[in-house]
């Protein structure tokens, strides 16, 4: 019975997204956002409509939807792309990396939280939502300078923001007299286990796909390559993210014989995506929220201002245009995916902390999801080669 519930939930999910794209399209809203809110109110937040089943096949879709984007965010990383915007791509997300945490911590910090917490907080907020960014993306069919620089930026911000989480919980462990030596050997462990693994997978992967049918490799290879990362970061306990980031780089650098070795999965994403974004809705917790809504309010609009100052400021390190800089923080605004992972991990680091921390995660997120991909529409709008040329006027 519960099996037939899921399927009859995932086949109506999946032709009322189909409308909701095309509504989307006609009213100019991201289809990720609409599936968000469709997700909070058929979900526990408002009508409470989804079978209970369907939450926990969650745990199956939601790292292959991520480890998904991973690859095609990580393949968007090409010799072309890197030569061409490779140091605009790295002094911007380390930039933002930085600022992000510095701004979010420090300003919890000032406002009375507890220091460990703060920087735990602040350490979520480095993280970028990959899936929403390159989404609105792709639907506007953006291109030039500032749409690669901001697919290039999510596909190594979240590796910088992982880096960087995994010092703040080592520095919060200290902070809350716990021991050091565990929070860097999690940390090692989450990020070089991925490294070491996506390079594992994908070194073969360069030399072996591509060869069966000729310029990309088929669908299967590329499914197979998706959920061989996923699930073996996910068995050792690495990052599923990063791993997949890892791999697609490997190939789209070192292959030979195929120009977009992830085109295949291009065809099969958005199912998936779908259902991850109707979830990142519907998990919002109401009663915890209340609980922690001045700390929600003050993490939103510091990592707001976190992302406005640390994409001008890197725009302007990496001598981007002036319009361009500006807009580079505005484009980068979701959040998703990764910063719930890392809560995750907080969570089960420091229980006492592990409601608010969750609670301020799942709400942040939604929130940014919700009115993220307009600010990152509206950036792809202004650096467009039209609106650029319309304001020179």
């Given amino acids: 019975m519960a099996n037939s519930e899921v399927l009859v939930a995932i086949g109506i999910l999946f032709l009322v997204g189909l409308a909701l794209d095309a509504f989307g399209r006609t009213v100019h809203v991201p289809r990720v956002t609409l599936l968000i809110l469709l997700g909070a109110i058929i979900g526990p937040p408002v009508l409470d409509l989804l079978p209970a089943a369907f939450a926990g096949s969650n745990e199956f879709y939601a790292p292959t939807a991520l480890t998904m984007v991973a690859f095609l965010l990580g393949g968007s990383l090409s010799p072309e792309t890197l030569k061409n915007h490779g140091r605009e791509i790295l002094i911007i997300s380390l930039v933002l990396v930085i600022v992000s945490v510095a701004v979010v911590a420090g300003g919890l910090w000032l406002i009375g939280l507890p220091a460990g917490f703060a920087l735990l907080l602040g350490g979520l907020s480095a993280a970028t939502d990959p899936a929403a960014t390159h989404?609105?993306?792709r639907q506007s069919r953006a291109?030039?300078?500032?749409?690669?620089?901001?697919?290039g930026i999510v596909a190594i911000d979240d590796a910088w923001g992982l880096l960087v989480f995994s010092m703040a919980l080592t520095l919060a462990g200290i902070l809350m007299d716990q021991s050091a030596i565990a929070a860097l050997t999690h940390g090692v462990v989450?990020?070089?286990?991925?490294?070491?693994?996506?390079?594992?997978?994908?070194?073969?992967?360069?030399?072996?796909?591509?060869?069966?049918?000729?310029?990309?490799?088929?669908?299967?290879?590329?499914?197979?390559?998706?959920?061989?990362?996923?699930?073996?970061?996910?068995?050792?306990?690495?990052?599923?993210?990063?791993?997949?980031?890892?791999?697609?780089?490997?190939?789209?650098?070192?292959?030979?014989?195929?120009?977009r070795p992830f085109h295949e999965i291009e065809r099969i994403?958005?199912?998936?995506?779908?259902?991850?974004?109707?979830?990142?809705?519907?998990s919002l917790d109401t009663g915890n929220l209340a609980e922690v809504g001045t700390v929600c309010v003050a993490y939103f609009v510091l990592r707001v201002v976190a992302r406005l100052l640390g994409g001008w400021l890197g725009g302007n390190l990496a001598g981007l245009p002036g319009r361009e800089s500006r807009m580079t923080g505005l484009g980068l605004m979701p959040q998703a995916g990764v910063a719930i992972g890392m809560a995750l991990v907080a969570a089960e680091r420091f229980p006492d902390l592990a409601d608010q921390m969750l609670a301020v995660t799942v709400a942040s997120t939604i929130a940014f999801e919700l009115v993220g991909p307009f600010f990152t529409q509206y950036a792809l709008r202004q650096t467009s080669p039209k609106s650029a040329s319309t304001n020179q006027s």
Avoid: Q
């Fill in 135 to 137: 989404d609105v993306v």
């Fill in 143 to 151: 291109s030039g300078r500032f749409a690669t620089n901001l697919l």
């Fill in 190 to 259: 989450e990020v070089g286990g991925a490294i070491v693994l996506g390079l594992a997978i994908g070194l073969p992967a360069a030399y072996l796909t591509g060869r069966i049918k000729a310029g990309e490799p088929t669908l299967i290879e590329a499914l197979g390559l998706v959920f061989l990362c996923a699930g073996l970061a996910l068995h050792f306990g690495f990052s599923f993210l990063l791993t997949g980031m890892v791999c697609g780089a490997t190939v789209v650098n070192l292959a030979r014989h195929h120009g």
């Fill in 269 to 282: 994403e958005w199912p998936f995506m779908l259902l991850f974004f109707v979830m990142a809705g519907a």
